[in-house]
């Protein structure tokens, strides 16, 4: 059912000769033993301010030990990450090179806070971290930037993935609460090396990783990934390809200069798989009547969507004094797509395409059927751009000890979509029947341009002070404060957003710690089926109090442990006979008016270790038990029930097994000490997938199984790995995520078997 061709098309012929001319022109480069990075002018040294950000040195060994040393958001002062007071998972180079990962899907699966949002097949993932959706507009970003998270971003030129959990106002003005999610690129070395992966449907997928270092000094550096994949899903009918560039170059201009850039792109051209919806709001769809490999209301003649999306950042770095430390930075963020769906939505039309054929309209029906519409809307076009400048130093008073930062940074969001899309209804499908093919509408039908659709400018100040007291402890108070101006809201908003927090060092390598934090977001916006339809609603607060604790006994191994409350407004669509703020009703039967009363609480614990447990064994794994109920909403059915989406219990876990030394098959040039076993396991919980908690999809258990080769050790320059997710082939729902009033289920991946090679020049 889910084999794929592998037959040899025009396109993969150019996707190889364009492999074979960037293999041909790397010889250019230098070759080199060792992987050196280029000086960092901002390495804290003792009675020094540690710097904000930490230049990663490249590694091209397989020896990393999945142990993070640093964070760069939610830290602006340049604190390790065991002694930021923050919870924050970081997701290293080669636990990404281990499991494969190609799209940000593939990297929040380590950790168990995390969870999809609405992430199909073909196009780009919304997420969510405690419970909470993350904002594409200003939840993501590059080196600390913010980047238009409605893209795939690529993975091939990033060192880590870091996740901050919680609030982080401080870090990204007004936004949602969830948290934020930081790719940090990776810095120019001396390195030359070249990927080659498959798995078993005949994805082809090939890369390119080469660095050089200028100068006497080798104060200038230059890095270049390269990357082609051609992309068989399995999903029928949702195979696609994609191509990346990317540079970044490192300038030490002086002992107390740096200069880094980076650029970015990615074209990528995949049908988008659309996923299921409740059958008459009441029933999940049995999983033994419906397959992953089914896409719903398939037409042979519609379009692929098309992105492209380009992210240029840099930042000057400057030691002022020996106390005292500034960086300027700047990004732009570029993401176009043309997004082109048959879209399976609602209940199905009679013959007049008007007429729902069953209630309520924005589900499927009971028995399976459901209307399909072509959906196009070309030239949607986001474009985030940032500039900050921040400075951070010190002010010694005795034995108290002030860490200084502050700073500002001017935001700009713009959104530009077609007024007119097309969204024509074509006929009647039905989830447990094959296929009907329909003639596309006549006379066909185009979008209108592109207007302006929604800006979001945004002014910040930012001022924290970390005082560093006797006897081991450490408190900070601060905040950003932040005017707003959105093309949705009347008027602007200047609000302060505090963050405080708390350390003690009881002993080395230990840290306790408790924050405290209020975030504002701007109001959804209500459903199209609403009675207030598409209106905005008024902007809210997040209050946050957490405390955790962090352990790294001997340098080997981060233990870190959380318990947090969030606690923010609920919107859901409520039934309504009378007129209210929200609604004005004319009609004498009652109506769904989108509102906010009551609140949602989360309550939640995270556990987590990432490093060597042992000689033999190094880890990723984490855990989290989250309890995230709506209450006093003005509907008692939604009282005290777990909110849409959220498991009460996840666990991920990730390992890397070195199999012990043996002589006799060290003498037929096989040693098992050179193969490596990578076990994994998750367990999601039961996610609910309505308000009252009565429908539900069920909890399950994945298993994932690989194994990595270096023949002659950690210093071979090939490195083989062969890793297959979800050994047992389940069957699964992954997420019931709710775009507010509509509610869509998406089905899990099937086993998947994936082999590369990594070869160093």
Not at 473 to 497: E, K
């Amino acid at each position: 059912m889910y084999a794929a061709s592998v037959a040899t098309s025009p396109r993969q012929t150019r996707f190889l000769l364009t492999i074979m001319l960037c293999i041909a022109t790397s010889g250019s480069f230098a070759f080199a033993q060792e992987q050196t990075s280029v000086p960092d002018t901002s390495q804290s040294q003792a009675g020094k301010v540690q710097p904000v950000t930490t230049t990663v040195v490249v590694q091209e060994k397989v020896s990393d030990d999945y142990l993070p040393k640093s964070l760069s958001v939610g830290n602006f002062d340049g604190l390790p990450l065991l002694n930021t007071p923050v919870s924050a998972t970081v997701v290293t180079r080669d636990l990404m090179t281990d499991q494969f990962s190609r799209l940000l899907s593939d990297v929040v699966k380590n950790d168990a806070s995390i969870g999809e949002d609405y992430a199909p097949v073909g196009y780009y993932g919304d997420f969510q971290i405690r419970g909470f959706a993350i904002d594409l507009a200003t939840g993501l970003q590059i080196n600390g930037l913010v980047i238009a998270g409605e893209q795939d971003v690529p993975l091939e030129n990033k060192e880590r993935v870091e996740f901050l959990k919680g609030i982080a106002g401080v870090e990204s003005g007004i936004t949602t609460a969830g948290g934020l999610i930081n790719y940090v690129t990776k810095r120019p070395a001396l390195v030359k090396a070249f990927d080659l992966a498959t798995d078993h449907r005949g994805t082809a997928y090939a890369a390119l990783d080469i660095g050089q270092l200028f100068g006497h000094r080798k104060q200038y550096g230059v890095r270049a990934n390269m990357a082609g994949e051609d992309i068989h899903t399995y999903v029928e009918s949702a195979n696609g390809w994609r191509g990346v560039g990317a540079l970044a170059s490192d300038w030490k201009i002086s002992d107390v200069a740096m200069l880094k850039t980076d650029f970015e792109y990615q074209h990528k051209r995949e049908r988008s798989v659309a996923g299921y919806q409740l059958l008459g709001g009441t029933i999940v769809p049995s999983l033994n009547q419906v397959f992953p490999s089914v896409m719903l209301g398939d037409q042979p003649w519609s379009k692929p969507n098309i992105f492209d999306a380009f992210n240029a950042n840099s930042r000057l770095d400057l030691n002022v004094t020996r106390n005292w430390h500034t960086y300027m930075a700047g990004s732009y963020s570029h993401s176009l797509i043309d997004d082109n769906v048959i879209y399976p939505y609602g209940a199905a039309l009679a013959s007049d395409l008007m007429t729902p054929l069953c209630a309520p309209i924005y589900f499927f029906c009971s028995d399976g059927s459901y209307e399909i519409y072509d959906y196009r809307s070309p030239g949607e076009l986001r474009i985030d751009a940032i500039g900050e400048i921040i400075s951070s130093g010190q002010i010694r008073n005795g034995s108290v000890t002030h860490n200084l930062t502050f700073g500002g940074s001017i935001f700009h969001r713009s959104v530009d979509l077609s007024p007119t899309v097309v969204y024509t209804p074509l006929g009647v499908e039905n989830i447990f029947q094959p296929n009907i093919l329909y003639p596309i509408e006549s006379p066909v039908q185009h979008a209108g341009p592109s207007t302006l659709s929604d800006f979001n400018h945004q002014s910040s100040g930012i001022l924290q002070d970390r005082v560093t007291l006797p006897g081991r402890v450490q408190v900070t108070a601060g905040g950003r404060y932040a005017s707003v101006n959105d093309f949705n809201y009347t008027g602007s908003r200047g609000t302060w957003l505090p963050q405080y927090s708390a350390t003690y060092t009881p002993v080395t390598n230990m840290t306790l710690y408790g924050n405290y934090s209020v975030m504002l977001s701007l109001g959804p916006q209500a459903p199209f089926w609403a009675l207030n339809g598409n209106a905005f609603l008024a902007p809210f607060f997040t209050r946050q109090a957490e405390v955790g604790a962090k352990y790294e006994p001997n340098d080997r191994i981060l233990l870190t442990t959380a318990f947090f409350r969030m606690r923010t407004p609920f919107f859901y669509p409520k039934v309504v006979d009378t007129s209210d703020a929200f609604c004005t009703v004319t009609t004498d039967e009652p109506g769904e008016c989108f509102e906010s009363q009551g609140r949602e609480t989360h309550d939640g614990i995270e556990l987590g270790a990432q490093g060597k447990a042992a000689s033999w064994l190094r880890l990723s794994a984490t855990a989290a038990g989250t309890l995230a109920t709506s209450d006093e909403t003005g509907t008692p059915t939604f009282d005290d029930k777990q909110v849409i989406n959220e498991p009460r219990i996840k666990t991920a876990f990730f390992a890397d097994v070195s199999l012990p030394h043996t002589r006799v098959l060290r003498r037929t040039g096989f040693d098992l000490a050179d193969l490596h076993l990578l076990p994994g396991w998750s367990y999601t919980g039961r996610k609910e997938a309505t308000r009252d908690d009565v429908v539900s999809v069920g909890g399950y258990n994945l298993f994932n199984l690989g194994a990595r080769y270096s023949p002659g050790g950690e210093q071979s320059h090939v490195t083989f790995r062969l890793y297959a997710d979800n050994i047992l082939n389940k069957r699964y729902w992954k997420d019931t995520g709710a775009s507010l009033g509509d509610t869509f289920i998406h089905l899990g991946a099937p086993a998947t078997v994936r082999l590369s090679a990594h070869y160093n020049f």
